[in-house]
């Protein structure tokens, strides 16, 4: 069984994000060669082949020239299965390479099991388990979700791949830089977090009280930043800030995947939720079940006796 | 510029979901349906268009599933848009992004769609692959994670979000499929002269095997709940009592209170 990993690469960097379909090809069992349209100054630490393509000629991700080499390098390879991380390179280009393949597809794979293929359903609340009906597959999984042991090691062998003239319907323009951010949430040590199960606007102030009173910052999850309720640069998650606080207060947040990615390195987590089966307890050192409107003004009196 | 948007109906993710009796999806008895959020605003970047073009434009929904999907149909009519498409099928959770893709390209081959917008994902399913095997089987150019978008002439200009706030600014001509991401724009709410003026507009209906001629892909072996991993203390009851115990837990073991 042989896996063709496809890394990420971004303004220069290889991003660590690559490690983990190393770990993922090793829970398969699958002989790893990778594909990296980067430079060859950033090629992963490892002991295999690599197949280079010069971003300074392809460019920063372009989904017709993607496409094109990683379908080049299958050819040359003839993988069983064809690994992205689940991210917006992966999911973009996955499907691409998969519909040209006409190989099955599994996305945002969280685990292996019998050979098949487990990824997350209704918000984290069900699991499926899959498994392609095709002789090649092309994957995509969870960021975060295998992570790589210890320090990757190794100089690959690298070959250089080249296209001819292939033409690419979306033009890269360049990037926007995150939001100057106003907090720096991520030197917080406690942060109380406010999500869509507070209800309204006029409730954020009630988190903010908490947050207040722990001596912490306030955070909040995307429903809630972009209802416009609290400002982007406190928004936690995938596409807002990953944070490490001592103390991790999530208030009235389900536990959508892209917010727990954002904290679940927490040393301590507190949820206070009134569906005691939300995703959120999943990673809770204590779940509190009542209603977060009720429960946050008790805490914070309490806290201020 | 005629423009389609491919939506689904998705249960309240709210819910408390139960397993169907074949084990490999939710029962959908008891759930609240709803129009996918991330499709909200594809059918609300469609209608922006058309206002933007003084209304030279018709913008067609396109939802497949069984009856109940015509409510959400209805949503994006209320919304603004101009005529509604139900591909019937009863057992749509059986069909794979493969084939939900192929049903909708089959669809759309003849018709000449300027732009197709549909959301990032879904809900429930949430394998992000819909849009994008749309846009393949069609040869129209794709762009995906949309959270900017600006039409001038037959060039969009959009945003593309990235990981950790970061945007990418891409160029395409049309015809193209978007995928949009929640924050693309504020998704209009119908209102109740919109919602009467909607039960007057066009909504034809097809079963999906006049478009369905593919095969799965992909096998679902079961779908079942996740292991509860039982680390977590769970306090429940009277709030004074549970808020004292909680701050007795912090003190414990946490260095954040004195």
């Not at chain 1, 320090?151 to 979306?170: F, K, M, Y």
């Not at chain 1, 209603?291 to 309490?302: E, H, W």
């Not at chain 2, 959270?147 to 002439?153: A, C, K, P, Q």
Request: with cysteine; proline share 4%; hydrophobic share 45%.
């Amino acid at each position: 069984m042989k896996a063709l990993l496809v890394c990420e690469y971004q303004q220069g960097k290889l991003l660590e994000s690559t490690y983990e379909l190393l770990a993922f090809a090793d829970r398969l069992g699958a002989d790893k060669v990778m594909l990296l349209i980067g430079s060859e100054a950033e090629v992963p630490n490892f002991g295999g082949k690599v197949y280079l393509a010069d971003t300074g000629k392809y460019g920063e991700y372009n989904p017709d020239l993607h496409k094109r080499l990683v379908l080049d390098t299958a050819q040359k390879e003839h993988p069983d299965y064809i690994v992205f991380v689940h991210s917006s390179f992966g999911w973009d280009l996955a499907p691409r390479v998969a519909a040209a393949l006409k190989a099955a597809q599994v996305s945002e794979i969280i685990g292996v099991a019998e050979g098949k293929f487990e990824v997350p359903a209704c918000n984290a609340k069900l699991r499926r388990l899959l498994a392609p009906k095709t002789a090649q597959a092309v994957l995509t999984i969870q960021a975060g979700a295998f992570s790589y042991q210890g320090e990757a090691r190794g100089t690959p062998q690298v070959e250089r791949v080249e296209l001819a003239g292939s033409p690419a319907r979306v033009e890269f323009i360049g990037y926007e830089a995150a939001e100057k951010k106003a907090v720096d949430l991520a030197k917080a040590e406690v942060i109380v977090s406010a999500g869509r199960g507070i209800g309204k606007k006029e409730n954020v102030e009630t988190i903010a009280a908490l947050a207040r009173a722990l001596g912490g910052e306030l955070g909040a999850t995307r429903p809630v930043v972009d209802a416009g309720w609290v400002e982007h640069s406190r928004q936690v998650g995938s596409s807002g800030q990953s944070v490490t606080p001592k103390l991790y207060v999530a208030c009235g947040i389900s536990g959508a995947i892209q917010h727990i990615a954002g904290m679940k390195k927490s040393t301590f987590i507190v949820a206070i939720n009134k569906d005691k089966d939300a995703p959120i307890g999943e990673v809770a050192n204590i779940l509190v079940v009542a209603d977060v409107m009720q429960f946050v003004p008790a805490l914070t009196a309490r806290l201020q006796k | 510029m005629k423009m389609l948007v491919c939506i689904k109906q998705v249960p309240d993710m709210e819910s408390r979901f139960r397993l169907n009796s074949e084990g490999v999806w939710y029962d959908e008895q008891d759930l609240a349906f709803r129009m996918n959020e991330y499709d909200e605003y594809a059918v609300e970047q469609a209608i922006r268009v058309k206002e933007q073009l003084g209304g030279a434009a018709d913008i067609m929904i396109l939802s497949i599933g069984p009856a109940r999907v015509v409510e959400a149909i209805k949503k994006g009519l209320a919304m603004g848009s101009d005529r509604g498409v139900h591909i019937q099928d009863d057992h749509i959770y059986q069909k794979d992004p493969w084939q939900v893709a192929s049903v909708i390209a089959a669809f759309a081959r003849d018709k000449n769609f300027d732009l197709v917008f549909t959301g990032l994902q879904s809900q429930d399913r949430g394998s992000a692959q819909v849009g994008i095997l749309v846009a393949e089987l069609l040869g129209y150019a794709c762009a995906t994670t949309l959270v900017g978008f600006e039409l001038s002439g037959d060039v969009v200009t959009a945003r593309r979000e990235l990981e950790a706030g970061i945007r990418a600014i891409i160029k395409f001509k049309l015809p193209a499929v978007v995928t949009c991401q929640l924050g693309l724009n504020n998704p209009r709410y119908p209102t109740l002269p919109n919602i009467m003026k909607a039960r007057q507009k066009e909504l034809l209906a097809f079963p999906i095997m006049d478009f369905l001629s593919e095969e799965g892909t992909t096998t679902t072996e079961r779908m079942y709940p996740p292991e509860k991993k039982g680390h977590g203390l769970v306090l429940e009851g009277d709030i004074q009592e549970t808020a004292d115990k909680l701050v007795a837990i912090l003190k414990e073991k946490t260095t954040v209170l004195r």
